[in-house]
């Protein structure tokens, strides 16, 4: 059972206060320095004004990034599968091959 710990992040130069896992401290912190990063960058665009809109953005802009990742490996293992049935049935038709041979 994992310790609760409340650890400092600095977002878009402010500070909040989360807590989380003892185990999932390195996570968090990675988490909260891709959003930064993100945060800053739609600000520095300067195309979206307030602090709420840029974060709503910048979750927009992860949770596309996710789907279409997730999206990406579901195409990903949609080909696998269709290879490995492919190959199943090669393999099925040389072993159907080679044991009429030694009839």
């Given at each position: 059972?994992?310790?609760?710990?409340?650890?400092?992040v600095t977002i878009l130069g402010k500070q909040y206060r989360i807590g989380c896992e003892a185990d999932h401290e390195e996570a968090l912190l990675n988490a909260a320095r891709l959003l930064d990063g993100r945060m800053k960058e739609i600000r520095t665009?300067?195309?979206?004004?307030?602090?709420?809109?840029?974060?709503?953005?910048a979750a927009l802009n992860l949770a596309n990034d996710l789907l279409s990742n997730e999206n990406t490996s579901a195409d990903a293992a949609s080909a696998a599968n269709k290879r490995v049935r492919h190959l199943r049935e090669r393999i099925e038709i040389a072993l159907n091959d080679s044991a009429q041979l030694e009839l």
């Open positions: 059972m994992s310790d609760k710990k409340s650890l400092d665009s300067g195309k979206v004004v307030g602090t709420e809109r840029i974060a709503v953005m």
